[in-house]
């Protein structure tokens, strides 16, 4: 699939088939997003994809129960948790390089799970961005060590459904040249 057909085409989906993912097409979404540029070159992104269907209901007892993904977190053949490790993307030496603090290792996940959706989407698998969820309680479900956290989860399948295409603004609506 051509790059920006995928940027264009991906949607979130939140209905899933039980068809497995087979075990190289996640390791090519794995090395893709692998490949995502990090502050400094730190790194700081750790993936932990999850099959065991215990674990996929314990994450997703960390969403409420309005939230639209709460279903896909277990019906979907693999949950993933996005994580970062803390104090180094945006840090030197220990201390914060810029005013943004630890806000730096969620810019890098966010780089690494786009990355990841972009390539499931390629590979004709669906995923679903889900923040609104307890990150604490993910991290012990995960058994997370301290100093990282879980930023994010998606839900990893084959799509159960057609998602529409949400209305875009105009890119004039939301670019601006020279200053505001």
């Not at 007892?61 to 180094?88: G, I, Q, S």
């Amino acid at each position: 699939m051509e790059l920006y057909q995928a940027i264009k085409e991906r949607r979130s989906v939140r209905r899933y088939k039980e068809t497995p993912v087979p075990s190289e097409v996640l390791d090519r979404i794995i090395e893709a997003a692998q490949w995502a540029p990090s502050w400094a070159h730190s790194q700081c992104v750790e993936v932990v994809i999850v099959d065991d269907p215990a674990k996929k209901s314990a994450l997703q007892a960390t969403l409420p129960e309005t939230n639209p993904a709460y279903k896909a977190m277990v019906n979907a053949p693999l949950a993933v948790a996005f994580c970062a490790k803390l104090k180094r993307a945006g840090f030197k030496k220990g201390e914060p390089a810029t005013p943004r603090g630890n806000g730096w290792a969620l810019f890098d996940t966010a780089l690494c799970m786009q990355n990841f959706m972009l390539a499931a989407h390629a590979e004709g698998l669906a995923t679903v961005c889900v923040g609104l969820f307890d990150s604490e309680k993910a991290g012990a479900a995960l058994n997370v060590p301290e100093g990282k956290e879980v930023v994010a989860l998606t839900p990893l399948g084959y799509p159960d459904q057609e998602p529409n295409l949400p209305p875009r603004k105009d890119k004039y609506e939301f670019v601006k040249k020279n200053g505001y």
